[in-house]
Structures are given as structure tokens and as C-alpha cells.
């Protein structure tokens, strides 16, 4: 049996609890909890990356709201966050395409 709830540990993480708020909730390391999250299929997010920020540039993205770099103003990030973003971006089974 295992020591720590992973249903809900994996329920705070894709709701968007960052991995140093599931440590401290749950007691359990950050490597640990990642390597187990991976094993269970979640798809991990960029360490350090606020999760609104992301939101934000992935809205901006979907809604084909302008180019990379109008983006990037936009948001106050750089081009190439813009750029990692749209790349990780999955609509369905394809890319959502973006102006450049």
C-alpha cells in the first residue's frame, strides 16, 4: 500500500498546484512526485513557469490573437516562451497554428 494519496496528489497537480505546494501538502518530495506523476501519464509542466502566465499565452495562441511576437508583447515574455508554449500546445491531435 502506498504511503501517499496519489489520486489526490494528481488531482491537485492538473488542477494546477505546483509540485513545491503538492510537497508541502502531502509530505512528499518534488523528484519523487514527478517521477510517479510521469509513470501515471500526467503531462508535467516547466518548472518556475506561473500556470496564468501559460493560460494566458495558450488563450492567446488558441484564439489565433496575434503573432508570436505580438504575443510576447502582450504577455512581457519572450519569443521563444511564446515559441515553447505553442509547440507544447495540443488541440485535439494536431498543433494550434499561430501567425508568424
Partial sequence: ???YDWSAIRAAYESGDSLDTIKDRFGCDVPHTSRVL???GVSMRRRGRPTKERDRITALIATNAGTIAEIASRCGVSESTV???R???RHGDRL???RW
Fill in 38 to 40: 510521469r509513470r501515471m
Fill in 83 to 85: 515559441s515553447r508554449v
Fill in 1 to 3: 500500500m502506498s504511503r
Fill in 87 to 89: 509547440a507544447e500546445l
Fill in 96 to 98: 494550434v497554428e499561430v
